[in-house]
């Protein structure tokens, strides 16, 4: 049973620039979160889809969209890069009866420069 | 959004030492997950505190939730070197998720 996974695992964009993560959630589970993780700091919660719709959503500009599929994976995307957006990108994810529980993803290090 | 207050920021202590880990609220919370990131991994879920007052083992792991449910601590008896890492709490208030504490980072002097 394949847990979450993520790609790609690095990427290197440069300012301005867009870029899609990629995140399969643990089968099983229709939930999917993203988080971005600074170095030495916590997880922040950027937004959570369920059902393919946007469900809450963290403090972070609209530059910072996403998409669920009908097969609960999900894309995250990041328009006109900021420097400040290099960061570990999470994706978690839980079944809807226990979305506390959430699976993380091994990220996606992005580098803007 | 809301915040949480997790400290120390940093320990380091003698394997075989007791560690505590708190995290703290200024308003009442839903529930709380605790989660630990080895150095170079992602998080790990360990557990989700729901009741006021509530206490959870898990081996040398203890989770307690405060009366008021603005408070949460995680105690390791007599840490190993296995038990290096970063724990994060995550507290929930209502619907909304909220950011995750900042994190106390775990060191072990084997």
């Known amino acids: 049973d394949a847990g979450v996974t993520q790609s790609p695992t690095h990427l290197i964009k440069t300012r301005g620039q867009q870029v899609t993560l990629r995140c399969s959630p643990k089968?099983?589970?229709?939930?999917v979160s993203w988080y971005q993780q600074a170095l030495g700091q916590g997880p922040q919660f950027i937004f959570q889809?369920?059902?393919?719709?946007?469900?809450q959503r963290g403090n972070f500009p609209d530059r910072f969209s996403g998409h669920q599929f009908p097969n609960y994976s999900s894309e995250l995307n990041v328009n006109a890069l900021l420097l400040g957006d290099s960061a570990l990108y999470l994706c978690?994810?839980?079944?809807?009866?226990?979305?506390?529980?959430?699976?993380f993803g091994p990220g996606t290090r992005l580098t803007v420069t | 959004g809301q915040q949480v207050m997790q400290i120390p920021q940093y320990q380091h202590v003698q394997e075989g030492e007791d560690f505590t880990t708190y995290c703290n609220s200024s308003?009442?919370?839903?529930?709380i997950q605790w989660y630990k990131q080895r150095p170079g991994g992602h998080p790990v879920f360990l557990i989700q505190?729901?009741?006021?007052?509530e206490v959870k083992k898990q081996k040398r792991l203890t989770f307690q939730f405060g009366e008021a449910k603005k408070n949460s601590s995680l105690h390791i008896t007599a840490t190993q070197t296995t038990d290096v890492g970063t724990y994060f709490c995550?507290?929930?208030?209502?619907?909304?998720?909220?950011?995750f504490g900042q994190g106390t980072r775990l060191t072990i002097n084997p």
């Open positions: 505190l729901v009741k006021s007052g």
């Open positions: 978690a994810s839980s079944p809807r009866s226990a979305s506390y529980e959430q699976y």
């Open positions: 889809y369920y059902e393919e719709e946007e469900r």
């Open positions: 308003t009442t919370l839903s529930n």
């Open positions: 089968s099983g589970h229709d939930t």
């Open positions: 995550e507290p929930l208030g209502g619907a909304q998720k909220l950011v």
